[in-house]
Protein backbone atom coordinates (compact mmCIF):
# COMPACT_ATOMS: atom_id res chain seq x y z
CA UNK A 1 0.00 0.00 0.00
CA UNK A 2 1.16 3.49 -0.87
CA UNK A 3 2.69 5.98 -0.39
CA UNK A 4 5.97 3.97 -0.56
CA UNK A 5 9.09 5.69 0.55
CA UNK A 6 7.18 7.15 3.69
CA UNK A 7 6.94 4.13 5.26
CA UNK A 8 9.73 2.45 4.52
CA UNK A 9 8.39 -0.06 1.52
CA UNK A 10 11.49 1.58 -0.52
CA UNK A 11 14.56 2.55 0.40
CA UNK A 12 16.35 5.84 -0.56
CA UNK A 13 18.02 5.62 -3.48
CA UNK A 14 14.87 3.76 -5.34
CA UNK A 15 12.84 6.51 -4.04
CA UNK A 16 15.20 9.15 -6.03
CA UNK A 17 15.39 6.47 -9.01
CA UNK A 18 11.88 7.34 -9.23
CA UNK A 19 12.26 10.92 -8.97
CA UNK A 20 14.74 11.09 -12.21
CA UNK A 21 12.31 8.91 -13.93
CA UNK A 22 9.11 10.98 -12.98
CA UNK A 23 10.91 13.95 -13.02
CA UNK A 24 11.94 12.77 -17.42
CA UNK A 25 8.51 12.48 -17.67
CA UNK A 26 7.68 15.59 -16.50
CA UNK A 27 9.74 17.47 -18.30
CA UNK A 28 8.83 15.47 -21.66
CA UNK A 29 5.60 16.60 -21.09
CA UNK A 30 6.10 20.04 -20.51
CA UNK A 31 8.04 20.03 -23.85
CA UNK A 32 5.63 17.89 -25.81
CA UNK A 33 2.54 20.32 -24.36
CA UNK A 34 4.68 23.03 -25.78
CA UNK A 35 5.17 25.27 -22.65
CA UNK A 36 8.67 25.95 -23.51
CA UNK A 37 7.41 28.44 -26.00
CA UNK A 38 6.97 31.65 -23.53
CA UNK A 39 4.03 32.90 -25.99
CA UNK A 40 2.19 29.81 -25.37
CA UNK A 41 2.25 30.59 -21.36
CA UNK A 42 1.49 33.71 -22.24
CA UNK A 43 -1.56 32.95 -24.17
CA UNK A 44 -3.57 31.95 -21.41
CA UNK A 45 -3.81 35.39 -20.07
CA UNK A 46 -5.25 36.93 -23.22
CA UNK A 47 -6.95 33.91 -24.39
CA UNK A 48 -5.32 33.53 -27.58
CA UNK A 49 -3.85 30.15 -26.39
CA UNK A 50 -6.42 27.58 -24.41
CA UNK A 51 -3.24 25.20 -24.52
CA UNK A 52 -2.32 26.05 -20.40
CA UNK A 53 -5.54 25.62 -19.37
CA UNK A 54 -6.07 22.31 -21.08
CA UNK A 55 -2.93 20.91 -19.40
CA UNK A 56 -3.26 22.22 -16.37
CA UNK A 57 -6.98 20.96 -15.68
CA UNK A 58 -6.81 17.86 -17.46
CA UNK A 59 -3.46 17.35 -15.03
CA UNK A 60 -5.62 18.14 -11.79
CA UNK A 61 -8.65 16.66 -12.40
CA UNK A 62 -6.77 12.73 -13.30
CA UNK A 63 -4.68 13.61 -10.33
CA UNK A 64 -7.44 14.31 -8.54
CA UNK A 65 -9.84 11.32 -9.46
CA UNK A 66 -6.79 8.77 -9.58
CA UNK A 67 -6.27 9.73 -6.20
CA UNK A 68 -9.62 9.52 -4.71
CA UNK A 69 -10.14 6.19 -5.76
CA UNK A 70 -6.87 4.67 -4.79
CA UNK A 71 -7.56 6.37 -1.72
CA UNK A 72 -10.94 4.77 -0.91
CA UNK A 73 -9.84 1.63 -2.63
CA UNK A 74 -7.22 1.67 0.58
CA UNK A 75 -4.13 1.36 -2.08
CA UNK A 76 -2.45 4.57 -0.82
CA UNK A 77 -3.09 6.33 2.81
CA UNK A 78 -3.12 10.35 1.94
CA UNK A 79 -2.80 10.92 5.36
CA UNK A 80 0.78 9.94 5.25
CA UNK A 81 1.85 12.10 2.20
CA UNK A 82 3.33 15.46 2.62
CA UNK A 83 0.08 16.58 2.06
CA UNK A 84 0.56 20.99 2.49
CA UNK A 85 -0.54 22.62 5.46
CA UNK A 86 -3.04 25.65 4.70
CA UNK A 87 -1.46 29.05 5.43
CA UNK A 88 -4.17 31.35 3.46
CA UNK A 89 -2.58 34.66 4.05
CA UNK A 90 1.07 34.33 2.68
CA UNK A 91 0.06 31.84 0.33
CA UNK A 92 -2.36 34.13 -1.42
CA UNK A 93 0.13 37.24 -1.13
CA UNK A 94 3.09 34.81 -2.41
CA UNK A 95 0.72 33.34 -5.41
CA UNK A 96 -0.45 37.42 -6.36
CA UNK A 97 3.41 38.25 -6.60
CA UNK A 98 3.72 34.89 -8.77
CA UNK A 99 0.52 35.86 -10.91
CA UNK A 100 2.77 38.97 -11.63
CA UNK A 101 5.68 37.52 -12.21
CA UNK A 102 4.10 34.50 -14.66
CA UNK A 103 2.89 37.93 -16.64
CA UNK A 104 6.56 39.71 -16.42
CA UNK A 105 8.27 36.77 -16.90
CA UNK A 106 6.24 34.53 -19.07
CA UNK A 107 7.21 31.46 -17.35
CA UNK A 108 7.13 29.62 -13.67
CA UNK A 109 9.95 28.15 -12.31
CA UNK A 110 9.29 24.26 -13.96
CA UNK A 111 8.35 25.68 -17.21
CA UNK A 112 11.20 28.05 -17.31
CA UNK A 113 14.00 24.92 -16.24
CA UNK A 114 12.54 22.94 -19.11
CA UNK A 115 12.60 25.56 -21.69
CA UNK A 116 16.32 26.91 -20.19
CA UNK A 117 17.16 22.57 -20.97
CA UNK A 118 16.05 22.96 -24.91
CA UNK A 119 18.22 26.18 -25.52
CA UNK A 120 15.62 29.54 -24.32
CA UNK A 121 18.11 32.18 -23.62
CA UNK A 122 15.24 34.22 -21.64
CA UNK A 123 14.57 30.72 -19.89
CA UNK A 124 17.95 30.52 -18.36
CA UNK A 125 17.92 34.42 -17.59
CA UNK A 126 14.16 34.11 -15.44
CA UNK A 127 15.93 30.96 -13.56
CA UNK A 128 18.72 33.25 -12.74
CA UNK A 129 16.45 35.41 -11.44
CA UNK A 130 14.08 32.85 -9.38
CA UNK A 131 17.67 32.12 -7.73
CA UNK A 132 18.37 35.25 -6.58
CA UNK A 133 14.64 36.11 -5.41
CA UNK A 134 14.86 32.99 -3.40
CA UNK A 135 18.13 34.04 -2.34
CA UNK A 136 16.94 37.57 -1.46
CA UNK A 137 14.25 36.13 0.73
CA UNK A 138 16.18 33.84 2.69
CA UNK A 139 18.48 36.81 3.41
CA UNK A 140 15.82 39.01 4.52
CA UNK A 141 13.61 35.84 6.12
CA UNK A 142 14.43 37.41 9.56
CA UNK A 143 13.36 40.77 9.64
CA UNK A 144 10.60 40.86 6.52
CA UNK A 145 9.28 37.31 5.87
CA UNK A 146 9.02 35.40 9.03
CA UNK A 147 5.44 36.65 10.78
CA UNK A 148 4.04 36.98 7.69
CA UNK A 149 5.26 33.92 6.22
CA UNK A 150 3.76 31.71 9.81
CA UNK A 151 0.55 33.53 10.03
CA UNK A 152 -3.03 32.95 8.37
CA UNK A 153 -2.22 28.86 9.63
CA UNK A 154 -5.20 26.32 9.55
CA UNK A 155 -3.07 23.14 9.55
CA UNK A 156 -3.81 20.50 6.94
CA UNK A 157 -7.17 21.59 5.19
CA UNK A 158 -9.12 19.54 2.86
CA UNK A 159 -11.15 22.38 0.55
CA UNK A 160 -14.44 19.73 0.28
CA UNK A 161 -14.23 19.32 4.00
CA UNK A 162 -13.51 23.66 4.18
CA UNK A 163 -16.64 23.61 2.08
CA UNK A 164 -18.47 21.52 4.23
CA UNK A 165 -19.52 19.11 1.25
CA UNK A 166 -18.57 15.64 0.68
CA UNK A 167 -14.81 14.81 -1.25
CA UNK A 168 -16.96 13.15 -4.13
CA UNK A 169 -19.20 16.26 -4.77
CA UNK A 170 -16.44 18.79 -5.15
CA UNK A 171 -14.47 16.75 -7.21
CA UNK A 172 -17.77 16.65 -9.49
CA UNK A 173 -18.12 19.96 -9.50
CA UNK A 174 -14.84 20.92 -9.87
CA UNK A 175 -14.58 18.46 -13.32
CA UNK A 176 -17.67 20.15 -14.58
CA UNK A 177 -15.68 23.44 -14.00
CA UNK A 178 -13.11 22.30 -15.81
CA UNK A 179 -14.85 20.87 -18.93
CA UNK A 180 -16.65 24.12 -19.14
CA UNK A 181 -13.19 26.29 -18.71
CA UNK A 182 -11.95 24.41 -21.63
CA UNK A 183 -15.31 25.20 -23.64
CA UNK A 184 -14.66 28.95 -22.50
CA UNK A 185 -10.87 28.93 -23.48
CA UNK A 186 -10.96 27.23 -26.51
CA UNK A 187 -14.34 29.87 -27.82
CA UNK A 188 -11.65 32.16 -26.66
CA UNK A 189 -9.05 30.85 -28.85
CA UNK A 190 -11.24 30.66 -31.87
CA UNK A 191 -11.76 34.63 -31.59
CA UNK A 192 -8.40 35.17 -32.03
CA UNK A 193 -8.21 33.35 -35.22
CA UNK A 194 -8.27 36.42 -38.04
CA UNK A 195 -6.18 38.54 -35.58
CA UNK A 196 -3.44 36.47 -35.46
CA UNK A 197 -0.45 36.12 -38.69
CA UNK A 198 0.22 32.85 -40.07
CA UNK A 199 3.71 33.01 -38.54
CA UNK A 200 1.94 33.59 -34.84
CA UNK A 201 -0.18 30.59 -35.58
CA UNK A 202 2.81 28.54 -36.73
CA UNK A 203 5.02 29.80 -33.91
CA UNK A 204 2.55 28.18 -31.50
CA UNK A 205 1.66 25.25 -33.35
CA UNK A 206 -2.14 26.63 -32.90
CA UNK B 1 0.88 16.51 -28.78
CA UNK B 2 -2.19 16.91 -27.48
CA UNK B 3 -2.84 18.96 -25.15
CA UNK B 4 -5.15 16.79 -22.99
CA UNK B 5 -3.25 13.47 -23.50
CA UNK B 6 -0.51 15.45 -22.42
CA UNK B 7 -2.33 16.82 -19.24
CA UNK B 8 -3.73 13.07 -18.17
CA UNK B 9 -0.15 11.67 -18.88
CA UNK B 10 0.95 14.36 -16.34
CA UNK B 11 -2.26 13.50 -13.82
CA UNK B 12 -0.76 9.65 -13.75
CA UNK B 13 2.75 11.56 -12.97
CA UNK B 14 1.39 12.87 -10.62
CA UNK B 15 -0.61 9.89 -9.19
CA UNK B 16 2.65 7.86 -9.76
CA UNK B 17 4.53 10.47 -7.78
CA UNK B 18 2.48 10.24 -4.68
CA UNK B 19 2.51 6.18 -4.51
CA UNK B 20 5.98 6.22 -4.70
CA UNK B 21 7.18 8.96 -2.59
CA UNK B 22 4.32 10.49 -0.85
CA UNK B 23 5.35 13.94 -2.23
CA UNK B 24 4.06 15.70 -5.28
CA UNK B 25 5.65 17.29 -8.16
CA UNK B 26 6.95 20.37 -7.27
CA UNK B 27 9.88 22.82 -9.05
CA UNK B 28 10.57 25.74 -6.73
CA UNK B 29 11.36 23.57 -3.68
CA UNK B 30 14.41 22.01 -5.46
CA UNK B 31 15.86 25.52 -6.07
CA UNK B 32 14.77 26.19 -2.90
CA UNK B 33 16.87 23.40 -1.60
CA UNK B 34 20.70 24.10 -3.93
CA UNK B 35 20.16 28.14 -2.25
CA UNK B 36 20.23 27.07 0.62
CA UNK B 37 23.06 24.28 0.35
CA UNK B 38 25.22 27.00 -1.25
CA UNK B 39 24.83 29.75 1.09
CA UNK B 40 25.34 27.04 4.02
CA UNK B 41 29.06 26.28 2.03
CA UNK B 42 29.36 29.69 1.71
CA UNK B 43 28.84 31.07 5.09
CA UNK B 44 27.56 28.14 7.49
CA UNK B 45 27.83 30.18 10.74
CA UNK B 46 25.32 32.59 9.19
CA UNK B 47 23.03 29.48 7.77
CA UNK B 48 23.19 28.14 10.71
CA UNK B 49 21.35 31.21 12.76
CA UNK B 50 19.34 31.95 9.79
CA UNK B 51 15.63 30.67 10.67
CA UNK B 52 14.85 30.01 7.46
CA UNK B 53 17.75 28.09 6.43
CA UNK B 54 18.11 26.54 10.13
CA UNK B 55 15.56 24.08 10.57
CA UNK B 56 15.68 22.27 6.89
CA UNK B 57 19.58 21.49 7.89
CA UNK B 58 18.60 20.00 11.02
CA UNK B 59 15.95 18.12 8.96
CA UNK B 60 19.31 16.67 6.85
CA UNK B 61 17.94 18.24 3.24
CA UNK B 62 21.12 17.50 1.59
CA UNK B 63 20.26 18.49 -2.21
CA UNK B 64 21.61 15.34 -3.19
CA UNK B 65 18.95 13.48 -1.39
CA UNK B 66 16.17 15.27 -2.15
CA UNK B 67 13.14 13.98 -4.04
CA UNK B 68 12.58 17.29 -5.93
CA UNK B 69 16.22 18.20 -6.89
CA UNK B 70 16.42 14.50 -8.69
CA UNK B 71 13.36 15.58 -9.89
CA UNK B 72 14.66 18.64 -11.66
CA UNK B 73 17.35 16.78 -13.23
CA UNK B 74 14.85 14.73 -14.90
CA UNK B 75 12.95 17.47 -15.74
CA UNK B 76 16.06 18.47 -17.68
CA UNK B 77 16.74 15.03 -19.58
CA UNK B 78 13.22 14.89 -20.39
CA UNK B 79 12.73 18.13 -21.98
CA UNK B 80 15.56 17.80 -24.26
CA UNK B 81 14.25 14.46 -25.16
CA UNK B 82 10.97 15.89 -26.30
CA UNK B 83 12.72 18.94 -27.91
CA UNK B 84 15.28 16.50 -29.97
CA UNK B 85 12.45 14.19 -31.46
CA UNK B 86 9.78 17.43 -32.07
CA UNK B 87 13.10 19.10 -33.68
CA UNK B 88 12.75 22.27 -31.45
CA UNK B 89 16.27 22.18 -29.70
CA UNK B 90 18.08 24.97 -30.43
CA UNK B 91 19.26 28.48 -29.08
CA UNK B 92 16.54 31.06 -29.02
CA UNK B 93 14.93 33.89 -27.14
CA UNK B 94 11.11 33.48 -26.80
CA UNK B 95 8.89 36.49 -26.92
CA UNK B 96 6.36 38.26 -28.80
CA UNK B 97 7.92 39.78 -32.25
CA UNK B 98 7.11 43.70 -31.27
CA UNK B 99 9.74 43.15 -28.04
CA UNK B 100 13.39 43.76 -28.10
CA UNK B 101 16.01 40.96 -26.75
CA UNK B 102 17.06 42.95 -24.41
CA UNK B 103 13.51 43.99 -22.70
CA UNK B 104 12.44 40.26 -22.97
CA UNK B 105 15.75 39.26 -20.95
CA UNK B 106 15.40 42.34 -18.55
CA UNK B 107 11.25 41.54 -18.07
CA UNK B 108 12.65 37.79 -17.74
CA UNK B 109 14.80 38.43 -14.76
CA UNK B 110 12.16 40.88 -13.10
CA UNK B 111 9.80 37.88 -13.71
CA UNK B 112 11.98 35.31 -12.14
CA UNK B 113 12.62 37.24 -9.11
CA UNK B 114 8.92 37.54 -8.32
CA UNK B 115 8.64 33.98 -8.91
CA UNK B 116 11.80 33.54 -5.82
CA UNK B 117 9.76 35.40 -3.54
CA UNK B 118 6.14 34.46 -4.08
CA UNK B 119 7.60 30.49 -4.15
CA UNK B 120 8.80 30.92 -0.83
CA UNK B 121 6.53 33.09 0.70
CA UNK B 122 3.22 30.69 -0.50
CA UNK B 123 5.12 27.37 -0.27
CA UNK B 124 5.49 26.17 -3.63
CA UNK B 125 4.82 27.11 -7.46
CA UNK B 126 2.48 25.83 -9.65
CA UNK B 127 3.38 22.34 -9.76
CA UNK B 128 4.38 21.72 -6.30
CA UNK B 129 1.89 24.00 -4.55
CA UNK B 130 -1.06 24.51 -6.94
CA UNK B 131 -1.34 21.29 -9.10
CA UNK B 132 0.32 18.81 -6.51
CA UNK B 133 -1.99 20.68 -3.97
CA UNK B 134 -5.42 20.38 -6.07
CA UNK B 135 -4.85 16.60 -6.50
CA UNK B 136 -4.52 15.86 -2.76
CA UNK B 137 -7.88 18.28 -2.37
CA UNK B 138 -5.80 20.78 0.06
CA UNK B 139 -7.24 24.22 0.46
CA UNK B 140 -3.61 25.57 -0.21
CA UNK B 141 -3.82 24.44 -3.67
CA UNK B 142 -6.72 26.10 -4.86
CA UNK B 143 -5.64 29.34 -3.00
CA UNK B 144 -2.76 29.39 -4.78
CA UNK B 145 -4.71 28.26 -8.43
CA UNK B 146 -7.09 31.56 -7.24
CA UNK B 147 -3.97 33.98 -6.44
CA UNK B 148 -1.63 33.23 -9.55
CA UNK B 149 -4.27 33.22 -12.12
CA UNK B 150 -6.87 35.55 -10.60
CA UNK B 151 -4.00 37.95 -10.48
CA UNK B 152 -2.45 36.85 -13.57
CA UNK B 153 -5.55 37.92 -15.56
CA UNK B 154 -5.53 41.54 -13.70
CA UNK B 155 -2.02 42.24 -14.11
CA UNK B 156 -2.20 40.79 -17.97
CA UNK B 157 -4.58 43.51 -18.57
CA UNK B 158 -1.66 45.96 -16.93
CA UNK B 159 0.77 44.72 -18.67
CA UNK B 160 -0.86 44.07 -22.02
CA UNK B 161 2.16 45.50 -24.13
CA UNK B 162 4.16 42.81 -23.37
CA UNK B 163 2.82 39.87 -25.04
CA UNK B 164 0.35 41.96 -27.62
CA UNK B 165 1.20 44.19 -30.54
CA UNK B 166 -1.75 47.30 -29.93
CA UNK B 167 -1.72 50.63 -31.74
CA UNK B 168 0.27 52.02 -28.80
CA UNK B 169 3.11 50.02 -29.52
CA UNK B 170 3.26 49.32 -33.04
CA UNK B 171 6.07 51.62 -33.98
Known sequence: MGP???????????????????????????????????????????????????????????????????????????????????????????????????????????????????????????????????????????????????????????????????????????????????????????SWQRKLSEEDKNELGL | MNSYLAGFLLGLLIIAAYYISGEGLGSSGGYRDCVIATIHDVAPSYAEKNSFIAPRLQAGHSPSHTFL???????????????????????????????????RLYLALIGGILWGIGTQLGRGCTSGLVLSGMAVNSLSGYIGLVGIFGAGFVFAYIFKSIWIKTSKNKK
Open chain 1, 4 to 190: LFPQGLINEEYNLIFAFLIGIGFGYLLEAAGFTNTRKLAGVFYGYDATVIKVFFTAAVTALIGLFILHNMGWIDITLTFYPKTFWIPTLIGAVIMGLGFVIGGFCPGTSLSAASTGKIDALVFIGGVILGIAGFIFTYDFLWKELRMSGAMGKVDIAQWLGIREGLFIFLFTMLALASFYVFQLWQD
Open chain 2, 69 to 103: VYLLLGVIFGSIISAVLYGRLKWSIGKAPHITNKK
